[in-house]
C-alpha cells in the first residue's frame, strides 16, 4: 500500500516515526543545517500528502534538530533551479516551496511544530502552513529573503497577515530581522514558548490532548477555520511566484546572495 511508505525508512533527509496514533516527521540533512533542497521539499511534500487523510493518525509533529530546526531554502540549490532553459520550466520549478507549504496546510490531521534554535526563510514559510508553533526559549523566525533581493514568495503572506496582522508581517517580511519566541508568543505566531530543548515534548503534549479528543469534529473544526482564514488567500497571492522569477532575474538579486556569502553588505541599485 502506498501509506507504507511513510514508516519504510527510505526517506534520505526525513525521519519518519510513529507513536499509535501521531506521527513524527523531523528533517534530518544535518550537513547542510536541514537547509530545503529539492530533495528535502519533495520529501516533505510527500510525507504531507501521504498524512493527509489517513485515519489512523490524529496529530502530526514537525521538528528539526535538537539546536536548530533548518536554516531555509537552499540558496546553492535555490540558484540551481531558476538556471532553467525557459521561463515555464523555471516557472515550474520553483512551485516546490508553494507546493509544500499548500500540502502540509491541506493535512487534515492537527499539525504541530517544534522549533528549536533558527528557523529561517522557507522553513518560516513552512511552520506558519502548520496549525500550531512551539518554540523553545532561545528559538527564533526570519525572513532574510527581502534583504537578499527576493520577494517572499511560497504564498506565505497572507498566512503571516491571518497570524499576525498586517503590519507585523511588514516589519517581520520587509526588515528581515530575527523575532525572538517572546516576541512570536506576543505576536500569534507562536502558541506557547517552553525552555530550550522542550519544545518537542511539549508538542507531544499537545498532540496528547489532540488525541483524547474525537476525531471527526477536531478535522471538521480544523477544515473549516482554515477555510474561513484563507478564503481570499489565493486570489491575493496567487503570482508570488512570478514575482519571485522577476525578482531572481535582477541585479540586486545577484548582488544579495553575493554579499551573503562573501559576508559584507550588499549594494542594492533598484534594478
Known amino acids: 500500500m502506498a501509506e507504507d511508505r511513510l514508516f519504510d525508512e527510505s526517506w534520505r533527509t526525513v525521519r519518519v516515526t510513529r507513536n499509535g496514533p501521531v506521527v513524527e516527521v523531523a528533517l534530518h540533512r544535518p550537513d547542510a543545517r536541514n537547509a530545503l533542497d529539492s530533495t528535502l521539499m519533495d520529501e516533505l511534500t510527500e510525507i504531507a500528502r501521504l498524512l493527509r487523510l489517513r485515519p489512523d493518525v490524529l496529530a502530526v509533529t514537525l521538528t528539526g534538530a535538537d539546536s536548530y530546526f533548518s536554516a531555509g531554502a537552499d540558496l546553492r540549490s535555490s540558484g540551481e533551479r531558476t538556471a532553467q532553459p525557459t ?3 523555471a516557472r515550474r520549478a520553483v512551485m516546490r516551496g508553494p507546493d509544500l507549504c499548500q500540502a502540509w496546510e491541506a493535512i487534515e490531521l492537527v499539525t504541530i511544530a517544534a522549533i528549536e534554535g533558527y528557523c529561517l526563510g522557507g522553513a518560516c514559510a513552512l511552520v506558519a502552513a502548520c496549525d500550531f508553533r512551539i518554540m523553545g526559549r532561545s528559538a527564533y523566525v526570519r525572513l532574510p529573503e527581502i534583504p537578499l533581493g527576493i520577494n517572499m514568495s511560497w504564498r506565505t ?3 503571516l497577515v491571518s497570524l499576525i496582522g498586517p503590519a507585523r ?3 517581520f517580511v520587509m526588515f528581515g530581522e530575527p523575532a525572538d519566541a517572546a516576541a512570536c508568543e506576543a505576536w500569534g505566531m507562536c502558541d506557547e514558548v517552553v525552555d530550550d530543548g522542550r519544545a518537542l515534548a511539549a508538542a507531544r503534549g499537545w498532540a496528547a490532548k489532540i488525541v483524547k479528543l474525537p476525531p471527526l469534529p477536531v478535522r471538521m ?3 473549516a477555520i482554515t477555510a474561513i482564514a484563507a478564503a481570499n488567500h489565493h486570489a491575493s497571492i496567487y503570482m508570488d511566484r512570478d514575482q519571485f522569477l522577476l525578482a531572481t532575474r535582477s541585479h540586486d ?11 559584507r553588505e550588499p549594494e542594492f541599485r533598484g534594478d
Open 221 to 223: 473544526t480544523k477544515e
Open 87 to 89: 521561463l515555464m520550466e
Open 157 to 159: 503572506l497572507p498566512r
Open 253 to 263: 538579486y545577484r548582488e544579495g546572495v553575493t554579499a551573503f556569502f562573501e559576508k
Open 169 to 171: 508581517a511588514k516589519r
